[in-house]
T-cell receptor
Framework: DAGITQSPRHKVTETGTPVTLRCHQTENHRYMYWYRQDPGHGLRLIHYSYGVKDTDKGEVSDGYSVSRSKTEDFLLTLESATSSQTSVYFCATDEGTDTQYFGPGTRLTVL | KNEVEQSPQNLTAQEGEFITINCSYSVGISALHWLQQHPGGGIVSLFM???GKKKHGRLIATINIQEKHSSLHITASHPRDSAVYIC??????????FGKGTRLHILP
């Protein structure tokens, strides 16, 4: 257990509102990732970070932005939420050994 | 075609049965991962392998690099093994690609 927490764990919001999800880790892992999980799809990478202030886009980055101002925190922001962003969001970390440790997930519903 | 394919998609078995879940991939990889997602949603890494075979308790993972195929076996299955098992590969261009998962249900 890499000490990864996500907040909030559940959120319901309305279309057009901004939403920020937080991932916090206590293991000092360099790499952090945001994924979304939807029925009929495998986990899909949204954005990832390879260090403080170093981030890059993943496979499904449109409509999302991220920030990493501290090693332990990786924020995912939906600037203007849409119903297609209803999903379960997972954060993961990696200490560079290629094994990822996952957070508990955040269930986001956009009405 | 998905780059990582798992079979079966769903599997129901009786307690005690030997379980096999398969994963085929179409890209060059540096490693293959097996993950377990519990009914509550949490995801844990079970194995990472790049060749041969690994064993942990009742779980065994094998990989055949030439055939681009991996299997996850569970011996003496138990209802607590009920979960979604996910295969993922680390591709040579540093992407991680996930399969859609196999939902396993072990009946008591």
């Amino acid at each position: 257990d890499a000490g990864i927490t996500q907040s909030p764990r559940h959120k319901v919001t309305e279309t057009g509102t901004p939403v920020t999800l937080r991932c916090h880790q206590t293991e000092n892992h360099r790499y952090m990732y945001w994924y979304r999980q939807d029925p009929g799809h495998g986990l899909r990478l949204i954005h990832y970070s390879y260090g403080v202030k170093d981030t890059d886009k993943g496979e499904v980055s449109d409509g999302y932005s991220v920030s990493r101002s501290k090693t332990e925190d990786f924020l995912l922001t939906l600037e203007s939420a849409t119903s297609s962003q209803t999903s379960v969001y997972f954060c993961a970390t990696d200490e560079g050994t290629d094994t990822q440790y996952f957070g508990p997930g955040t269930r986001l519903t956009v009405l | 075609k998905n780059e990582v394919e798992q079979s079966p998609q769903n599997l129901t078995a009786q307690e005690g049965e030997f379980i096999t879940i398969n994963c085929s991939y179409s890209v060059g990889i540096s490693a293959l991962h097996w993950l377990q997602q519990h009914p509550g949603g949490g995801i844990v890494s079970l194995f990472m392998l790049s060749s041969g075979k690994k064993k942990h308790g009742r779980l065994i993972a094998t990989i055949n690099i030439q055939e681009k195929h991996s299997s996850l076996h569970i011996t003496a299955s138990h209802p607590r093994d009920s979960a979604v098992y996910i295969c993922a590969v680390s591709s040579r261009d540093d992407k991680i690609i996930f399969g859609k998962g196999t939902r396993l249900h072990i009946l008591p």
